[in-house]
Protein backbone atom coordinates (compact mmCIF):
# COMPACT_ATOMS: atom_id res chain seq x y z
CA UNK A 1 0.00 0.00 0.00
CA UNK A 2 1.37 3.52 -0.91
CA UNK A 3 1.99 5.68 2.73
CA UNK A 4 0.65 8.90 1.27
CA UNK A 5 -2.26 10.85 2.37
CA UNK A 6 -6.04 10.03 1.45
CA UNK A 7 -7.85 11.91 -1.23
CA UNK A 8 -10.77 11.65 -2.21
CA UNK A 9 -10.45 10.92 -6.10
CA UNK A 10 -13.67 9.89 -7.62
CA UNK A 11 -17.18 11.34 -7.39
CA UNK A 12 -20.30 9.57 -6.41
CA UNK A 13 -22.27 10.03 -10.23
CA UNK A 14 -18.66 8.81 -11.47
CA UNK A 15 -19.05 5.52 -9.31
CA UNK A 16 -22.19 4.68 -9.66
CA UNK A 17 -21.66 5.42 -13.72
CA UNK A 18 -18.95 2.78 -13.63
CA UNK A 19 -20.42 -0.13 -12.19
CA UNK A 20 -23.22 0.54 -14.28
CA UNK A 21 -21.08 0.63 -17.28
CA UNK A 22 -19.29 -2.49 -15.90
CA UNK A 23 -22.47 -4.46 -15.55
CA UNK A 24 -24.24 -3.22 -18.62
CA UNK A 25 -21.09 -3.56 -21.02
CA UNK A 26 -20.84 -7.77 -19.17
CA UNK A 27 -24.62 -8.72 -20.25
CA UNK A 28 -23.90 -6.75 -23.88
CA UNK A 29 -20.78 -8.86 -24.64
CA UNK A 30 -22.17 -11.86 -23.62
CA UNK A 31 -26.28 -11.20 -24.95
CA UNK A 32 -23.68 -9.57 -28.57
CA UNK A 33 -22.58 -13.10 -28.99
CA UNK A 34 -25.72 -14.78 -29.12
CA UNK A 35 -27.24 -12.54 -31.50
CA UNK A 36 -23.87 -13.54 -33.49
CA UNK A 37 -24.62 -16.79 -33.67
CA UNK A 38 -27.92 -16.47 -35.04
CA UNK A 39 -25.14 -14.96 -38.21
CA UNK A 40 -21.77 -15.84 -37.39
CA UNK A 41 -19.98 -13.65 -40.08
CA UNK A 42 -18.59 -10.32 -40.26
CA UNK A 43 -18.94 -8.78 -43.80
CA UNK A 44 -18.41 -5.08 -45.26
CA UNK A 45 -20.76 -3.21 -47.81
CA UNK A 46 -24.47 -2.82 -48.07
CA UNK A 47 -25.66 -6.20 -49.12
CA UNK A 48 -25.02 -9.88 -48.30
CA UNK A 49 -26.51 -12.79 -49.27
CA UNK A 50 -25.55 -16.72 -50.70
CA UNK A 51 -24.21 -14.28 -53.97
CA UNK A 52 -21.91 -12.42 -52.08
CA UNK A 53 -18.36 -13.22 -50.73
CA UNK A 54 -17.18 -10.57 -48.48
CA UNK A 55 -16.92 -11.37 -45.15
CA UNK A 56 -13.67 -10.46 -43.34
CA UNK A 57 -14.79 -13.17 -40.42
CA UNK A 58 -16.69 -16.71 -40.87
CA UNK A 59 -16.80 -19.57 -38.27
CA UNK A 60 -18.90 -22.43 -38.87
CA UNK A 61 -18.61 -25.99 -38.80
CA UNK A 62 -17.87 -28.73 -41.11
CA UNK A 63 -19.10 -32.62 -40.71
CA UNK A 64 -15.70 -34.61 -40.69
CA UNK A 65 -15.56 -38.56 -40.50
CA UNK A 66 -19.35 -38.22 -39.07
CA UNK A 67 -18.39 -35.78 -36.30
CA UNK A 68 -18.57 -31.68 -36.60
CA UNK A 69 -14.95 -30.08 -36.72
CA UNK A 70 -15.10 -26.16 -36.05
CA UNK A 71 -13.71 -23.31 -38.67
CA UNK A 72 -12.84 -20.24 -38.48
CA UNK A 73 -12.14 -18.25 -41.53
CA UNK A 74 -10.23 -14.87 -41.42
CA UNK A 75 -9.88 -13.03 -44.89
CA UNK A 76 -10.32 -15.86 -46.71
CA UNK A 77 -7.49 -18.11 -44.62
CA UNK A 78 -9.32 -20.87 -42.62
CA UNK A 79 -7.82 -22.13 -39.23
CA UNK A 80 -9.51 -25.44 -37.16
CA UNK A 81 -10.68 -24.17 -33.88
CA UNK A 82 -12.37 -26.98 -32.49
CA UNK A 83 -12.79 -26.81 -29.01
CA UNK A 84 -12.77 -23.50 -29.22
CA UNK A 85 -14.96 -21.70 -31.81
CA UNK A 86 -17.59 -23.73 -34.48
CA UNK A 87 -18.86 -26.78 -32.20
CA UNK A 88 -19.89 -26.65 -28.58
CA UNK A 89 -22.23 -29.03 -27.60
CA UNK A 90 -22.41 -31.63 -30.34
CA UNK A 91 -23.36 -29.03 -32.44
CA UNK A 92 -22.82 -26.07 -34.52
CA UNK A 93 -22.53 -23.24 -32.73
CA UNK A 94 -19.92 -19.90 -33.62
CA UNK A 95 -19.39 -18.90 -29.31
CA UNK A 96 -19.88 -21.88 -27.40
CA UNK A 97 -22.99 -21.83 -24.67
CA UNK A 98 -20.49 -20.68 -21.93
CA UNK A 99 -19.90 -17.37 -23.45
CA UNK A 100 -23.27 -16.56 -24.71
CA UNK A 101 -26.52 -15.28 -22.46
CA UNK A 102 -28.86 -17.11 -22.65
CA UNK A 103 -26.53 -20.16 -22.87
CA UNK A 104 -29.02 -21.71 -25.06
CA UNK A 105 -29.73 -20.70 -28.36
CA UNK A 106 -32.18 -17.86 -28.44
CA UNK A 107 -31.98 -15.00 -30.59
CA UNK A 108 -35.33 -13.61 -29.29
CA UNK A 109 -34.41 -13.48 -25.66
CA UNK A 110 -30.60 -12.32 -26.52
CA UNK A 111 -32.43 -9.24 -28.30
CA UNK A 112 -34.16 -8.12 -25.93
CA UNK A 113 -31.65 -8.26 -22.74
CA UNK A 114 -29.33 -6.75 -25.25
CA UNK A 115 -31.67 -3.75 -25.84
CA UNK A 116 -32.51 -3.55 -21.97
CA UNK A 117 -28.97 -2.65 -21.43
CA UNK A 118 -28.09 -0.88 -24.74
CA UNK A 119 -30.26 1.89 -23.64
CA UNK A 120 -29.23 1.77 -19.74
CA UNK A 121 -25.74 2.48 -21.26
CA UNK A 122 -26.90 5.43 -23.34
CA UNK A 123 -28.32 6.72 -20.44
CA UNK A 124 -25.83 6.41 -17.89
CA UNK A 125 -23.66 7.73 -20.55
CA UNK A 126 -25.20 10.58 -21.27
CA UNK A 127 -25.98 11.55 -17.35
CA UNK A 128 -22.42 11.07 -17.01
CA UNK A 129 -21.01 13.54 -19.67
CA UNK A 130 -23.39 16.42 -18.60
CA UNK A 131 -22.84 16.17 -15.08
CA UNK A 132 -18.82 15.59 -15.49
CA UNK A 133 -19.27 18.87 -17.96
CA UNK A 134 -20.85 20.93 -15.15
CA UNK A 135 -18.40 19.69 -12.18
CA UNK A 136 -15.04 19.91 -14.09
CA UNK A 137 -14.67 16.24 -14.16
CA UNK A 138 -14.85 16.24 -17.94
CA UNK A 139 -11.55 18.66 -18.59
CA UNK A 140 -9.53 16.30 -16.43
CA UNK A 141 -10.00 13.50 -18.87
CA UNK A 142 -9.14 15.72 -22.03
CA UNK A 143 -4.97 15.68 -22.67
CA UNK A 144 -3.22 18.86 -22.79
CA UNK A 145 -0.29 19.79 -24.98
CA UNK A 146 1.99 19.33 -21.43
CA UNK A 147 0.35 16.16 -21.40
CA UNK A 148 1.55 14.92 -24.79
CA UNK A 149 4.90 16.26 -24.13
CA UNK A 150 5.20 13.78 -20.99
CA UNK A 151 3.73 10.93 -23.09
CA UNK A 152 6.98 9.61 -23.89
CA UNK A 153 7.74 9.45 -20.37
CA UNK A 154 4.51 8.16 -19.10
CA UNK A 155 5.21 5.19 -21.79
CA UNK A 156 8.50 4.34 -19.95
CA UNK A 157 7.56 4.52 -16.75
CA UNK A 158 4.98 1.85 -17.53
CA UNK A 159 6.81 -0.13 -19.20
CA UNK A 160 9.23 0.15 -15.95
CA UNK A 161 5.83 -0.13 -13.80
CA UNK A 162 6.38 2.92 -12.27
CA UNK A 163 2.91 3.51 -11.52
CA UNK A 164 2.28 7.05 -10.36
CA UNK A 165 -0.53 7.03 -7.78
CA UNK A 166 -1.63 10.41 -7.51
CA UNK A 167 -4.79 12.34 -7.53
CA UNK A 168 -4.11 13.39 -11.31
CA UNK A 169 -4.92 10.82 -14.17
CA UNK A 170 -1.69 9.84 -16.10
CA UNK A 171 -1.34 11.00 -20.21
CA UNK A 172 -2.12 7.28 -20.44
CA UNK A 173 -4.90 6.90 -18.31
CA UNK A 174 -6.18 10.27 -20.10
CA UNK A 175 -5.95 8.88 -23.29
CA UNK A 176 -7.21 5.40 -22.61
CA UNK A 177 -10.41 7.01 -20.46
CA UNK A 178 -11.12 9.46 -23.66
CA UNK A 179 -10.81 6.94 -26.30
CA UNK A 180 -13.40 4.77 -24.80
CA UNK A 181 -15.74 7.59 -23.33
CA UNK A 182 -15.61 9.59 -26.42
CA UNK A 183 -15.24 7.29 -29.20
CA UNK A 184 -15.65 4.11 -28.44
CA UNK A 185 -18.56 3.78 -26.35
CA UNK A 186 -20.54 6.57 -29.03
CA UNK A 187 -19.42 4.17 -31.47
CA UNK A 188 -20.94 1.01 -30.18
CA UNK A 189 -24.14 2.84 -29.93
CA UNK A 190 -24.30 4.62 -33.47
CA UNK A 191 -23.52 1.35 -35.23
CA UNK A 192 -25.62 -0.53 -33.15
CA UNK A 193 -28.49 2.15 -33.99
CA UNK A 194 -27.74 1.90 -37.57
CA UNK A 195 -28.58 -1.59 -37.41
CA UNK A 196 -32.14 -0.57 -36.35
CA UNK A 197 -34.72 -1.20 -39.14
CA UNK A 198 -36.76 1.95 -37.45
CA UNK A 199 -34.01 4.40 -37.38
CA UNK A 200 -32.87 3.33 -40.63
CA UNK A 201 -36.62 4.85 -41.91
CA UNK A 202 -35.81 8.22 -39.60
CA UNK A 203 -32.22 8.63 -40.08
CA UNK A 204 -31.34 7.15 -43.44
CA UNK A 205 -27.94 8.98 -43.14
CA UNK A 206 -26.74 7.25 -40.74
CA UNK A 207 -26.77 4.10 -42.49
CA UNK A 208 -24.90 5.72 -45.67
CA UNK A 209 -22.29 7.34 -42.40
CA UNK A 210 -20.97 3.46 -41.82
CA UNK A 211 -21.87 2.80 -45.75
CA UNK A 212 -24.06 -0.13 -44.69
CA UNK A 213 -25.70 -2.47 -42.33
CA UNK A 214 -23.23 -5.15 -42.48
CA UNK A 215 -20.15 -2.58 -42.23
CA UNK A 216 -21.72 -1.05 -39.49
CA UNK A 217 -22.30 -4.65 -37.69
CA UNK A 218 -18.19 -5.54 -38.54
CA UNK A 219 -17.39 -2.28 -36.93
CA UNK A 220 -19.88 -2.91 -33.89
CA UNK A 221 -18.35 -6.01 -33.39
CA UNK A 222 -14.60 -4.76 -33.44
CA UNK A 223 -15.14 -2.22 -31.39
CA UNK A 224 -16.74 -4.90 -28.91
CA UNK A 225 -13.10 -6.44 -29.36
CA UNK A 226 -11.65 -3.04 -28.66
CA UNK A 227 -13.13 -2.87 -25.25
CA UNK A 228 -13.07 -6.12 -24.25
CA UNK A 229 -8.55 -5.97 -24.73
CA UNK A 230 -9.07 -2.57 -22.56
CA UNK A 231 -10.62 -4.46 -20.17
CA UNK A 232 -7.68 -6.64 -20.11
CA UNK A 233 -5.08 -3.90 -19.80
CA UNK A 234 -7.50 -1.79 -17.30
CA UNK A 235 -7.74 -5.17 -14.99
CA UNK A 236 -4.00 -5.60 -15.49
CA UNK A 237 -3.15 -2.41 -14.09
CA UNK A 238 -5.42 -2.70 -11.22
CA UNK A 239 -3.91 -5.68 -9.52
CA UNK A 240 -0.30 -4.15 -10.08
CA UNK A 241 -1.37 -0.73 -8.97
CA UNK A 242 -2.65 -2.42 -5.47
CA UNK A 243 -6.06 -3.84 -6.14
CA UNK A 244 -7.28 -3.06 -2.44
CA UNK A 245 -6.57 1.23 -3.10
CA UNK A 246 -8.08 1.06 -6.23
CA UNK A 247 -11.07 -1.31 -5.14
CA UNK A 248 -11.63 1.68 -2.47
CA UNK A 249 -11.38 4.67 -4.90
CA UNK A 250 -14.14 3.43 -7.27
CA UNK A 251 -16.41 1.89 -4.31
CA UNK A 252 -15.64 5.08 -1.67
CA UNK A 253 -14.12 7.47 -3.69
CA UNK A 254 -10.94 7.49 -1.26
CA UNK A 255 -7.60 6.77 -2.65
CA UNK A 256 -4.37 6.89 -1.03
CA UNK A 257 -1.27 8.18 -3.06
CA UNK A 258 2.11 7.56 -3.06
CA UNK A 259 4.45 8.92 -0.57
CA UNK A 260 6.74 9.60 -3.08
CA UNK A 261 4.28 9.64 -6.06
CA UNK A 262 5.34 6.52 -7.32
CA UNK A 263 5.91 2.67 -6.47
Not at 78 to 97: I, N, Q, Y
Not at 213 to 235: C, E, P, S
Amino acid sequence: MPDGPLIYRQRLLTRITHWVWAISLFFLMLTGLQIFNAFPSLQLGKESGFGYDNAILKIGAVEVDGGLRGVTRIFGVEFDTTGMLGVSGGEARAFPEALTIPSKTSLATGRVIHFFFAWVLVLALGLWLVASAVNGHLGQLIPTVADLRALPRDIADHARLRLHRSGEYSVLQKLAYASVLFVALPLMILTGLSMSPGVNAAAPWLLDLFQGRQTARTIHFLTMLALLGFFAVHMAMILLAGPVNEMRSILTGWYRTGGDDHA
